[in-house]
């Protein structure tokens, strides 16, 4: 898997935006089937970083209902990496 | 605020204006604080996106934003400072809205061009003399005459049966014209005649028509003549079914004084001629006058040498197109009918706007070099002058005219009068009728050369 494969998006939301703030934590969703280590190494190469930690969980689909048929949305992983403290990633880039 | 007007060429001006940030800034928390509140990004609650988000995402497009309304705002005070006359918006070249930075910006507008007039007075000018042809009159005579007819039923005459020419009669038509349906009441038909006629060769068809038809029915079939018919329909057959209503005589008073008395213009003939001959003869030395007034606009323009505004021209090309437009609307037609189009149309015109549009400067500049103003008073006597031919009331008219803004086209007309009267006034004019057409181009231009010796 390439890098950009592995990374599929950075995930922003007032929870991420605070752990970018407080910790120099940047979440992002993975591919389902990459590891931690395989995340690690895509954020160093994509962004060049140093990754001081990596944890991952897997966020279960929500229950959606389409008429009476019950269904549910895809699981996707998310990964939390933790930078070195002297490293940044600007996740906005200039638009 | 600082600000500062440079001209960079006859017609355009660059302002340059920097504004310190302390009076930017608040501006532009105050943006930033809204758009906080009405900002709405998926992963964040309404109004808890984080600033410095805000800034990554928003941030450029609302300095851009902000330039734009500074711009807007400065410009106006700038230019009343400076007094200078913006005929266009101003276009921005260069802005810039950094943190902490004053905001500057430069921005190019077009202004009218600066005319000093000289050499405007003493010009030489040719005015031809009213003519008035004894054949125009004739024609007017004639005209007056035609208004005059009247039908009259038929006289009693015995052994007359046919209908013949100086005939009218009145017809009900209903039938084809080849695919084509044709039906319309109350047909004039005038016999021996062919203007104006319902269907080219329904006249002559009624040529013969026996007179105790009247009040019948018939059946008739004839092709229209091929040189007066629509190519489309040409060769075509008519089958008519005609209602003959009536028939009525024409009659077409004899030019005596009788004659005259009737038009309620003159007493006798020959009183009635000069009169239509003075009306010629005025209208013939309002266009003499007219061209007079061209030929001095021409001289004047050739002396005082500018450019105009781009955008003045253009704008008197665009509504001149549009003007054009209308009335060829009015008649159901488009460019397209004329074979010509929109851009086509305007860059014919195009020599003719720059000559009004320079026309109207430099009139302008001599107006304001020579003090030629117009008050209230001559606008409302004109105005009366106006209610009165067209019959309206005059504070009504006056009214309806200030909304449309007529009322300064009005004043600007009155004004470009008088500039005119003063120019000719102080112009040499020399009465001669215009050249022959032919070959006597040269000898004009020596004419010309010869009045600047003189002046």
Redesign the interface.
Known sequence: MTPHQILVRP????K??DLM?ENNQYVFQVAKNANKIEVRKAVEMVFGVRVSDVRTQVVRGDVRRVGQNYGRKAAWKKAIVTLHPEDTIDL?G?? | MESSIERISPVECRVKVEIPWSDVSGRLTDKMRDLRRRARLPGFRAGKVPPQVLEKRFGKGVREELAGELVQETFQTVITEHEAQPLTQPVVEESSLEKEQPFRYQARFEVRPEIEPKDYTGVEVRRRPAVVEDSQVDAQLEERRKKLIELRPLPEEPGREKTQAGDVWTVDVEGTLGEQRVSRKDVRADIGETEGEFLPGLNAALENLELSEVGSIKQISFTPPEDRIRAELRGQEAKLELGLREVRVKYVPELDDEFAKDTGDAETLDELKAKIAEDLRKADAETAEREARRRLLESLLEANEFEPAPSMVAREVSAQVEQTKRQLAQQGMRLEHMGTNDQQYAARIRPEALFNVKAFLLLDAIGKKENIEVSDEDVQARLVEMAEESGQNVDRMKASMEKSGQLLMIQAGLREERIFDFLMEKAVVTEAPDPEPEGHDHEHGHEHDHSHDHG
Request: glycine share 0%; net charge negative.
């Open positions: 995930v922003v939301t007032e991420s935006t703030a906005y200039e638009e």
